[in-house]
């Protein structure tokens, strides 16, 4: 497929590929790849990771970026999604990425432009790059996945970014334990537990998560510390174990992960950042250039 709107778009032998394009990438300099490509990023909600990686993944290839504002754009005036996207491809850009607060909205637009359509998180259903970026820096530390053991902690009912992981993980063989308060589980066949204190020792790595209260629709925390006092992952949790820390970010700190476990080089957050850069520019070749 030339379009990216969930994991499953993506055979393993191809994500394999877009793991060793994105290995090399990690040692500069870069050939200009994407020379007079065109990559047009259109995000209806906040971000500071995927569109700005996005940006840096394509300029490293030689590619032209535009990011449309949509706070200022004519989305504002009433243009409606489809129209907006069909504008631009008329531009001719070579990848539009979208991120938008509708599940399936992605999927929608790639029926309706030329391009390759990239999804950079829509609502809570997928966030392939994400996942991909995740998997990817799994792998960096723990060699082959096959049989490792992650535990996906928080807001998994409203998380993009767990959706994405479950699928992508579970396809590579790693067991995924799913830990969180009962109202924060989605229904699933996968083990789940409402406690840390109760997988800590089986697990090779925990996806800490943020809690996405823009997504519930009414207020289920007093405050979020409520939920950071059982949840939290702090140096007490892990001890001295061998253990990866991620989280997709951004962080509530001391709520998600506790400032001293931030900085504790099991924490990979920013590895994951740096990560991110490298295998958006293997995606963006892969789609481009087949
Ligand atoms: N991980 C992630 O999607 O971060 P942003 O929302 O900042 O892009």
């Not at 929608?108 to 392939?128: E, Q």
């Not at 996945?145 to 009912?157: E, M, N, R, S, T």
């Not at 992960?257 to 070749?285: F, H, T, W, Y």
Request: proline letters at 4%; glycine letters at 6%; aromatic letters at 4%.
């Amino acid at each position: 497929s030339k379009h990216l709107i969930t994991t499953k778009d993506l055979k393993k032998e191809e994500i394999e590929d877009i793991f060793n394009l994105a290995t090399q990438f990690l040692q500069p300099p870069y050939e200009k790849l994407l020379q007079d490509k065109l990559i047009i990023t259109i995000f209806f909600e906040n971000s500071t990771r995927t569109r700005s990686s996005f940006e840096v993944a394509a300029k490293n290839l030689g590619a032209q970026v535009v990011n449309l504002d949509v706070t200022r754009s004519s989305t504002k005036k009433g243009e409606t999604l489809f129209d907006t996207a069909a504008n631009l491809d008329a531009m001719g850009p070579n990848a539009i990425v979208v991120r938008h607060k509708h599940a399936g909205a992605p999927a929608l637009l790639a029926r309706h432009v030329s391009c390759s359509l990239i999804n950079g998180g829509d609502g809570a259903h997928a966030h392939p790059t994400q996942a991909l970026l995740d998997l990817f820096t799994l792998k960096q530390h723990l060699g082959n996945v096959q049989g490792k053991k992650i535990a996906i902690v928080g807001d998994i009912k409203n998380s993009r970014v767990a959706n994405s992981n479950i699928e992508l993980l579970t396809r590579f063989g790693m067991e995924v334990i799913l830990v969180a308060p009962p109202h924060f589980l989605p229904p699933t066949s996968l083990r789940t537990s409402s406690s840390l204190q109760e997988v800590i020792d089986e697990v090779d790595a925990i996806m800490s998560l943020r809690t996405q209260t823009e997504r519930h629709k009414y207020p289920i925390y007093a405050s979020l510390r409520d939920y950071g006092s059982d949840f939290c992952i702090t140096k007490d949790l892990i001890g001295d174990r061998d253990i990866l820390i991620l989280h997709p970010g951004p962080v509530h700190r001391n709520i998600d992960i506790s400032d001293e476990v931030l900085a504790d080089p099991r924490c990979k957050v920013l590895e994951q950042v740096r990560n991110g850069v490298v295998v958006r520019m293997a995606i963006l070749v892969k789609l481009i250039h087949g």
